[in-house]
């Protein structure tokens, strides 16, 4: 994607990302990810404290490869943007509405933001839709110059989506997802999902909530990486998933789940036994390809 997109886009710079399976070395993952968000800092400086509008990112990142940030990260990147007068932009697309357990990925987290993309979990993808929600502080800048945010798509604020959104919204309130997630589904896959983490082909298991993560490694004490170019093992892994009907992910080697908010607890276990197949049958496909 980025090949194709003519990067980098004029005017937006980019921090090293906290995660510390792949990049943290021999550091304990609280102070990586103090220096993580120390980055920001260094990078206001470079460019200029006045030059930059607003930081964005993911509280987890999902598509990334779910990197789940220490938990020192975000409450480090909200004193530098306070300090600095800098907008904080959470991107909950992915996190918002339950999936880590909370309402917002940023109240997992422990922070406040400015500004909120949102889109997928307003609708529970049933009907199209996205929306940015704003903080006093924005609202009252657009009001001030001018009474509001003069903006138009063909499709803003379609009524069909508008009401699916509503209704979804009131079945998460009314069924407590976010707090199903938090209190019992997400701790159960918590607890299984680690147990995935002992298989001699998994460097790392990590989960928040219902997203979760599993590092495919040759060599789980280091958490090395294949020697194979990135993909090839996460790839025999996938369709080994997709066989079987389970729909897990590969960012490269990481393996990646996100199940619906209202998965039970019987469907959890189906979901660990078939990943642990999967999980077998490519360690087999490694050895007998020779893949290093
Ligand atoms: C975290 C995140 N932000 C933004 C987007 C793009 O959202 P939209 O298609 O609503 O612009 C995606 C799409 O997958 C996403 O995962």
């Not at 792949?22 to 990586?32: H, I, K, L, T, V």
């Not at 025999?236 to 998965?263: A, K, N, T």
């Amino acid at each position: 994607m980025h090949a194709q997109g003519g990067l980098p886009i004029p005017d937006i710079t980019h921090i090293n990302q906290p995660y510390w399976y792949g990049e943290g070395g021999d550091m304990d993952p609280a102070e990586f990810g103090l220096m993580r968000a120390r980055e920001l800092e260094a990078e206001i400086d470079r460019l200029g404290e006045d030059n930059v509008a607003a930081f964005i990112g993911e509280p987890i990142q999902g598509a990334g490869g779910v990197v789940i940030p220490p938990k020192t990260y975000w409450p480090e990147i909200q004193r530098i943007c306070r300090e600095r007068n800098i907008l904080l932009i959470a991107d909950e697309v992915i996190c918002g509405f339950g999936r880590t357990g909370n309402w917002f990925g940023s109240q997992t987290f422990n922070f406040k933001p400015d500004l909120m993309p949102i889109a997928k979990g307003l609708s529970s993808g049933y009907l199209p839709i996205g929306a940015v929600v704003v903080s006093e502080k924005v609202a009252k800048g657009f009001i001030e110059h001018g009474g509001e945010f003069y903006h138009g798509f063909t499709y803003s604020a379609h009524p069909a989506a508008c009401a699916a959104a509503l209704a979804n919204l009131e079945i998460i309130e009314n069924e407590r997802l976010p707090e199903r997630v938090a209190n019992d589904t997400g701790l159960y896959l918590a607890e299984k999902w680690k147990m995935l983490g002992e298989h001699p082909l998994v460097g790392e298991a990590r989960i928040c909530g219902l997203v979760g993560a599993l590092e495919l490694s040759p060599d789980k004490a280091h958490r090395a990486s294949f020697e194979a170019e990135r993909g090839t093992v996460g790839t025999i892994c996938r369709d080994h998933c997709f066989e079987s009907g389970l729909v897990m992910r590969h960012v490269g080697d990481s393996m990646i789940i996100s199940p619906p908010l209202v998965i039970t607890r019987s469907e959890v276990d189906e979901l660990i036994e078939k990943a642990h197949r999967a999980l077998d049958m490519t360690a087999a496909d490694v050895t007998a390809q020779g893949i290093k």
